[in-house]
């Protein structure tokens, strides 16, 4: 099946990963209609699939069974020697090495792309397969004279017209039953790729030989299960990709491979993908064998992959990044180079694409029932709103700041930070409302004198305003600032967060992400259960700007 | 955290297929940390002596090689005094198809092929290349002395 040409800039516009993500399931599919839907679930019968299961192991360009099967980067397979002729390519300066020089166009019309000879080395999981294929085959030698069974093709090109007419010329007698026959027939070049095959017994008793063809079938799968196991994981593959020298591994393994290098495990080739693996098909051919062999097992091992990942997170099913102090409704943009982080990623964009962000404890001090962590407990989580990936593995992330949280318990997963997290909530409008009302009646507190700062009123007073009034005074001297063309407050971080926003709740996070001060004063705002809290955290900082008494680490901040 | 398939499947076949002259078994509470034998190879100072290690697969393991350890004292130019073995596959050359066996047995070959001109203990190398017989006959000497079987 055909991939979507991926034009420029598709990685961030066009599609999203999602619909990419479905895309690439697509391409998990069989090539052709080997596979009928049914059979997704039970494995191909011995005898009623047998045209089916030789079809599996046919070169669908010469319908031989595979000799020395290359796998092209676009996941089809064929013989070897049935790549067409090499060309030179044309108007190519980098990377120039010389097996990217020439190449192939690609023989199978739903590609039809230029494939640089380098990247078609010989799949050498199919190749060991058709070697275990053709050792059981030689081992049923000689095959039993007394189970003589007459077959001949349907549907080849040759006779279109007459599409399902006996041609006589056609006809073929075998021994074995009908796989050994059928391969027999397919290794002589009497069975079109595209043909049906019909099968009639000649057998004096009038047998079947069904029982012949599940032993074949059984020892079959028997012996290529091994080579079906990946050897990064030790499992059977699940969506094995082909790298272009050649080996296979199951898609997340390749793709954990290439977080922490860029050769091939087993040749130690430098491998020429995108370390993602977004673009890289599948290989089509070893799919439609695990699907046809053992799709309860390819089923289960499904159902594993995400298992595992939550059997090891356990409770702890939030993953966790310490980076940054990052806000609610805030955006946060990320540079991801350190392949757990990668890792991280990558599963979150499987998963519901959401991870907490946690700032670091640098002063050491202890979290309420955590004690020491590097991190503080209160994180907000982040919305993975775009990935960039760069070529080289790295890529760039635009998150956006979704609730608060607390966390309450914590563990490592593959390297990165997991945990249990709660929501960090506003308490009920009611709530918030008497608490004003609280505040707004209490006693007003007479200026006393406070750790060498003269007078203490004016910071008092924050107490006793309205909610309004405190929003009210934020957005004036944010307006006073922008008159004064303050730095912090440049068009181009307007441009990134936003204009201030209007609503009481979120102004805090806002003035938060782009007011230069220490993030130890920011990082209150995550532990406020009310919009007032919040609000008067902020008119703080902003009285004690405009009285110039606002000192950052040692520095008078000139703002 | 539950130990990936791949540990178990290793171990499994550690136990069901031992390598000749090399033994490695988990411990029973950290079935990532394994108590590791290694027989000198005939022919090399190391005959007649078995040598004790540690090895521990990390978390990111098989992403990242195992880390082993000389227990028994050994004079060789590239195991320090700590133990610690300069070997490539153990750092830059490790690849997740290499596993517990195949690093086992690069270990035992480095024994039976000292490379003192990639040296990690300076002194041995330096003695190695400046006096091999002298060199060998003191890795005879600790072999005698510390790994005797
Ligand atoms: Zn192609
Ligand atoms: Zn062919
Ligand atoms: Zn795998
Ligand atoms: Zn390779």
Known sequence: MARPRSKRGDLIEGLSYREKLSLASGVFMSEDATISPQSKQTPLNASRDARALIRLIQCPQCSLPFRSPVTLPCGRSLCRVCLPQPHRRENISYPNTPDRLTAVGCPFEECGKEHPEGDCSVDVCLSKIMETIHDVVNSCEPVPGDTPAKLWEIGTGSNPGNAGLRDQYSEHVHFGGRLLSMFAMAVMGHLNYHAEAEFSSLSNEGDDYQTMDDAVLGRLRETTHKELDCHVCYNMMYDPVTTPCGHTFCRKCLARVLDHSTHCPMCRRTLPIPPSLEQQPSNVRLVSLLQGLCPELVASRAEAVVAEEQLEMGEMDTRLFVCTLAFPSMPTFLHIFEPRYRLMIRRSLEGNRQFGMLTYNQHGVSQTDLGNTTFKEYGTMLSILNVHMLADGRSLVETMGLYRFRVRAHGTLDGYTVGRVERVEDVSLAEEERLEAQDITAVPVIDSPMEGRPSTARFNDITQLPTQQLLIEGLAFVQKMRAHSAPWLHQRIIEVNGGPPNDPALFPYWFASIIPIVDDEKYQLLQTTSVRERLKIVIGWIRRIESQRWYNGGNCLIL | ?149
């Open chain 2, 1 to 149: 955290m539950a130990l990936p398939k791949r540990i178990i499947k290793e171990t499994e076949r550690l136990m069901a297929e031992p390598v000749p002259g090399i033994s490695a078994v988990p411990h029973e509470d950290n079935l990532r940390y394994f108590d590791v034998t290694i027989d000198g190879p005939s022919q090399s100072p190391y005959e007649q002596g078995t040598f004790k290690l540690e090895l521990f697969l990390p978390d990111d393991y098989p992403m990242t090689p195992p880390k082993v350890r000389f227990l028994t004292k050994i004079y060789h130019p590239n195991i320090d005094k700590l133990g610690r073995i300069c070997l490539d596959v153990l750092k830059s050359n490790w690849s997740p198809a290499l596993q517990i066996r195949t690093i086992l047995l690069s270990i035992q070959a480095l024994l039976g092929a000292p490379n003192p001109d990639d040296p990690l203990a300076n002194d041995v190398a330096k003695r190695w290349k400046e006096d091999q017989n002298a060199a060998i006959q003191t890795a005879r000497d600790w072999t005698t002395q510390y790994a005797k079987k």
